[in-house]
């Protein structure tokens, strides 16, 4: 399945001369979500994550049903002000501006085996934020994984030498 057909590029959003992927087309094709869930199942399955993290908002798409397929738990990382116990944060760049995310402090264990998920990879900011964010429990990452990956932006080389694998890459 072509999945790049359900991706819609939007020019000058957020701002201008950024090129927004909007996978919300993907998102509302039944058959074309439940593809990408499926590859991207395969692609971990190996690893026997225990764990999945995954960045508001629409990391919490994708890590959901992820950690549904796999029957395994879902930790969110929200923004400030959003989770109700005791959290840690990092403010991290984002290639339009900054941004901070924060975990429960008690959200992970050292034994997890942690697979990180999220929508898009472009210039790396977010996932670099959740796996410094993630550091300190010292859990084992099994995995960094995404949707789509724009890989003119170079977002691999911000994610503290893991490698990330996507369903589709962009060039």
């Given amino acids: ?9 939007i020019p000058d959003y957020p701002k201008e001369g950024i090129v927004f992927f909007d996978i919300t087309p ?17 692609q971990f399955e190996a690893q026997s994550p225990t764990k ?13 049903a992820l950690a549904y ?4 738990g879902i930790v969110p990382v929200r923004k400030p002000g959003k989770l109700p116990y005791k959290t840690r944060s990092v ?19 050292k034994d997890d085996r942690v697979l990180v998920i999220d929508d898009l990879l472009a210039t790396g900011g977010t ?7 993630i550091d300190p429990f010292q859990s084992d990452i099994v995995g960094v994984g995404v ?17 990330c694998s996507s369903v589709l890459t962009i060039d």
Avoid: W
């Avoid at 403010?91 to 264990?109: F, N, P, R, S, V």
């Avoid at 789509?148 to 490698?163: D, H, I, M, S, T």
């Fill in 1 to 9: 399945m072509d999945l790049r057909a359900y991706i819609r590029d």
């Fill in 26 to 42: 993907l998102l509302g094709d039944g058959p074309a979500f439940r593809h990408a869930i499926d590859k991207m199942a395969e």
């Fill in 52 to 64: 999945i993290v995954c960045a508001e908002a629409r990391g919490f798409i994708f890590g959901s």
């Fill in 69 to 72: 397929t796999m029957g395994i």
């Fill in 91 to 109: 403010t991290y760049d984002l290639e339009y501006g900054t941004d901070t995310l924060c975990i429960h402090e008690d959200a992970l264990k």
């Fill in 127 to 133: 996932l670099q934020g959740v796996l410094q964010l």
């Fill in 147 to 163: 949707l789509v990956e724009l890989g003119f932006l170079k977002g691999q080389g911000r994610l503290n030498g893991y490698a």
